[in-house]
């Protein structure tokens, strides 16, 4: 592999092949690009040509974090390509992290990828002092 990354070059057709390369995508190209020019920090990874994963940082940029969308095509899952990705995020969150505070980086697990989190200090909610994520999907 030669793998190279690139920050804060996700655009909206790299989005939409990721994406659908593992699940279906329910938004609008209008959508995705209001969310990109709005998402705090990016990364896209390359591996020679070929476009392999993603993923975003959104928030407030100081008391909490998201990791959003790390998504890698199937052919590139188990090689360390999301590993790589997860990284770059948390290096870039603890580096933005104002000093002597607490703040908080959350994440919605696909099912059956909590183990991969766990690996980061990520722990599943609820838990005995926690309780559970919890969401809303609206239609308009």
């Known amino acids: 592999m030669n793998i190279e ?5 996700l ?15 329910n938004n609008s190209k209008l959508q995705i690009a209001k969310s990109l ?5 990016d990364v896209v990874v390359i591996d020679g040509n070929k476009l392999v ?4 940082i959104v928030g407030d940029g100081a008391i909490y974090w998201y990791l959003q ?3 890698v095509i199937p052919e590139y899952q188990g090689k360390g390509v999301g590993r790589i990705i997860v990284k770059k995020l948390m290096d ?8 002597d ?17 766990k690996k980061f200090g990520f722990i599943e909610r609820p838990n005995d002092d926690q309780g559970p994520g ?3 999907i609206i239609s308009k």
């Open 92 to 99: 870039y969150i603890y580096s933005s992290s104002l000093s």
């Open 134 to 136: 919890m969401i809303q």
């Open 53 to 56: 994963g993603m993923g975003r």
């Open 69 to 71: 969308d790390v998504a």
């Open 5 to 9: 990354i690139y920050e804060n070059k």
């Open 101 to 117: 505070t607490k703040t908080t980086i959350g994440l919605m697990a696909a099912k059956g990828k909590e183990e991969f989190y």
């Open 37 to 41: 020019k709005n998402d705090l920090y």
């Open 11 to 25: 655009t909206v057709n790299s989005y939409i092949e990721i994406k659908e390369s593992v699940c279906k995508i």
